[in-house]
């Protein structure tokens, strides 16, 4: 079960990274908010400081780690943010190991790590989600693979 948690993990690692390494300069900065809302790059930001909150919170390995972060409103380039969501993929990585050892228990969490991880998992898809139809909707064309490569977790 260790080894299918954490392949779900890296699964779901690698379908944001196939969406992002998909996204042009100009996309990164594609919104549908009127009002200063988050671009698609700041989405991708807000993914990463979610999962770092979390590894921080449940791992003092991570905490010592000093993930990186970004400023509030801050729109990282596709490096920056490719260099985060690793960072962070691995800190979530170290809590599931480090509470796997720990029978399930989550510091910070108490409702344990299979719904933790399904929590990140469950934020992550609505933000792609939501990625996707800013892209739609602001005319950035999505290749097929693109659509349906992010569904299939057999060949990811």
Do not use: C
């Not at 779901?12 to 671009?39: F, I, M, P, W, Y």
């Not at 991570?62 to 970004?70: E, I």
């Not at 108490?110 to 602001?138: N, W």
């Amino acid at each position: 079960m260790l080894k299918q948690l954490s392949e779900a993990w890296q699964i779901n690692q690698r379908v944001t990274l196939k969406l992002l390494k998909a996204l042009s300069d100009e996309a990164l900065h594609a919104t549908l908010s009127t009002r200063g809302g988050r671009d698609v790059a700041r989405q991708l930001a807000h993914v990463h400081e979610v999962r770092a909150g979390w590894a921080e919170t449940t791992s003092k390995t991570n905490r010592d780690a000093k993930l990186p972060h970004f400023a509030k409103g801050e729109s990282p380039s596709k490096k920056q943010l490719a260099a985060a969501l690793d960072a962070s993929a691995k800190g979530i990585e170290t809590t599931i190991r480090e509470s796997w050892a720990k029978g399930g228990n989550v510091t910070g969490f108490k409702r344990g790590l299979i719904p933790l991880i399904s929590y990140l998992i469950a934020h992550e898809s609505h933000h792609r989600g939501s990625i996707m139809l800013t892209l739609k909707q602001t005319g950035h064309k999505l290749s097929d693979d693109l659509k349906w490569g992010l569904w299939d977790w057999n060949k990811l």
